[in-house]
């Protein structure tokens, strides 16, 4: 690259472009890092942004979806459905789905800060949300872990994750699992909050052998 300058420009660039390339190793090794919290897919995230789609191709069934977007990270899929939010507190109420390949997901039990990772952090108001918080349940599709708040009034506000097997139709070619991270304030309680992921969210799916 210096080779297009004449020689004394190049000699005063030289240091600067060293130090830029430092920078952008050190990024890339970062990025690498398997003892980092970075998401597995971050340069795809990156690169790649959502479009809005039909919300029939949503992979569950979400009746009252009022947005749905994807985007292709290439070992996953991943959408972003956007719920109805009438209560006052700030921020959407939000469904995010990754269809995962072998090479992005492991078939075993959700880890909090490895969900947060992958889905760029907690959502208000769970912003210091730690594993502690976290109560689990399980129904016919398996188990959900969720966390609750209460900002004020009848304002109930959860934070659930949940991987399943399935979703409410098929999921793209190559995906083994379909991890989701729900955000959803409302005016009630904490089974109206959680219904979104609930059973009915995979009624075309096939529920888990043995159940």
């Not at 970062?30 to 980092?36: K, L």
Request: aromatic content about 4%; charged content about 15%; proline content about 7%.
């Amino acid at each position: 690259m210096l080779a297009c300058f004449p020689l004394g420009i190049a000699r005063k660039l030289a240091p600067s472009c060293a130090a830029v390339l430092a920078m952008l190793v050190l990024s890339a090794c970062q990025m690498a890092s398997p003892g980092g919290s970075a998401s597995p897919t971050e340069l795809a995230e990156a690169l790649n942004e959502y479009r809005v789609v039909p919300a029939a191709r949503a992979y569950i069934n979400v009746p009252n979806a009022l947005v749905v977007m994807e985007r292709d990270l290439g070992s996953a899929t991943e959408q972003r459905v956007t719920l109805p939010n009438a209560t006052a507190l700030s921020g959407e109420n939000t469904i995010l789905l990754r269809a995962q390949s072998g090479r992005s997901a492991n078939n075993t039990r959700l880890v909090l800060q490895e969900v947060l990772a992958q889905f760029g952090g907690a959502p208000v108001p769970f912003s210091n949300i730690t594993d502690s918080a976290l109560t689990a349940r399980s129904d016919t599709y398996g188990d959900m872990t969720y966390t609750v708040a209460r900002p004020g009034g009848d304002v109930t506000c959860v934070l659930a994750i949940r991987r399943a097997h399935t979703g409410g139709r098929a999921l793209p070619r190559g995906a083994s699992a379909l991890d989701m991270m729900m955000r959803n304030c409302v005016s009630g309680s904490v089974e109206q909050a959680l219904a979104p992921l609930g059973p009915t969210a995979f009624g075309l799916g096939m529920p888990r052998a043995g159940l």
